[in-house]
């Protein structure tokens, strides 16, 4: 498995928090190679999230897609993609 590790900043927690739950969690959901996601709640403004693909693969190209296609309510900094090295 392989992950999206992913770094933005978050001026308006509460409309970045409706357009995850109203569009984010919906669209990545429905990706290709999906397995689960975490979004964090952010720290001042700076907020991570992590999003597990079955392949690496399927995780670059969500990554592309995200770089291509940010939320509007955030400003990405970074999308890593990570293998996961274990989980529970």
Same mark, same amino acid.
């Given at each position: 498995?392989?992950?999206?590790?992913?770094?933005?900043?978050?001026?308006?927690?509460?409309?970045?928090?409706?357009?995850?739950?109203?569009?984010?969690?919906?669209?990545?959901?429905?990706?290709?190679?999906?397995? @689960?996601?975490? %979004? *964090?709640?952010?720290?001042?403004? =700076?907020?991570? /999230?992590?999003?597990?693909? #079955?392949?690496? +693969?399927? !995780?670059?190209? @969500?990554?592309? %897609? *995200?770089?291509?296609?940010?939320? =509007?309510?955030? /400003?990405?900094?970074?999308? #890593?993609?990570? +293998?996961? !090295?274990?989980? @529970?």
């Amino acid at each position: 498995m392989h992950a999206l590790f992913v770094t933005a900043t978050i001026p308006d927690y509460e409309k970045a928090r409706k357009e995850l739950h109203e569009e984010g969690i919906p669209t990545v959901s429905q990706a290709p190679g999906f397995v @689960a996601g975490y %979004w *964090l709640r952010p720290q001042d403004t =700076r907020g991570n /999230s992590v999003i597990v693909f #079955e392949s690496e +693969e399927a !995780a670059r190209t @969500a990554a592309d %897609w *995200l770089k291509q296609s940010p939320p =509007r309510e955030v /400003s990405i900094e970074s999308v #890593e993609v990570r +293998e996961v !090295a274990g989980h @529970a």
